[in-house]
């Protein structure tokens, strides 16, 4: 069975940096997608980022050059590198994954397992 265990949230302040872990188990194949997503108060869950197995990245508008997400296949973990961050960075975040494609437009109901989330919060 798959695990995803989120660690790394807190509170900082605006301008500072943050990096999320999310440390995984139970795979039965290394062709997985491995994203971030996140959820504000009274908003939807959002994709912040994903990496394919390749290496290939993506990340949502807002967090480009901000953001950096990776993967260190020995560890069967990957992170979430978050600098200049903002206020409205603010959310509960969520580590995910899914087997097979890792391109395209991808939601919250193409992941099939998730983390149990950790709360990053940004003062200004």
């Known amino acids: 069975q798959v695990q995803l265990v989120e660690s790394g949230g807190g509170s900082v302040q605006a301008g500072g940096s943050l990096r999320l872990s999310c440390a995984t188990s139970g795979y039965t194949s290394n062709a997985y997608c491995m994203a971030w997503f996140r959820e504000a108060p009274g908003k939807e869950r959002e994709v912040v980022a994903r990496?394919?197995?390749?290496?290939?990245?993506y990340y949502t508008d807002s967090v480009q050059g901000r953001f950096t997400i990776s993967l260190d296949n020995a560890k069967m973990t990957h992170y979430l590198q978050m600098n200049k961050l903002k206020p409205e960075d603010t959310a509960f975040y969520y580590c995910?994954?899914?087997?097979?494609?890792?391109?395209?437009?991808?939601?919250?109901?193409?992941?099939?397992?998730w983390g149990q989330g950790t709360q990053v919060t940004i003062s200004s």
């Open positions: 995910a994954a899914r087997l097979g494609r890792c391109s395209g437009s991808l939601r919250r109901a193409d992941f099939d397992y």
């Open positions: 990496i394919s197995a390749g290496g290939a990245r």
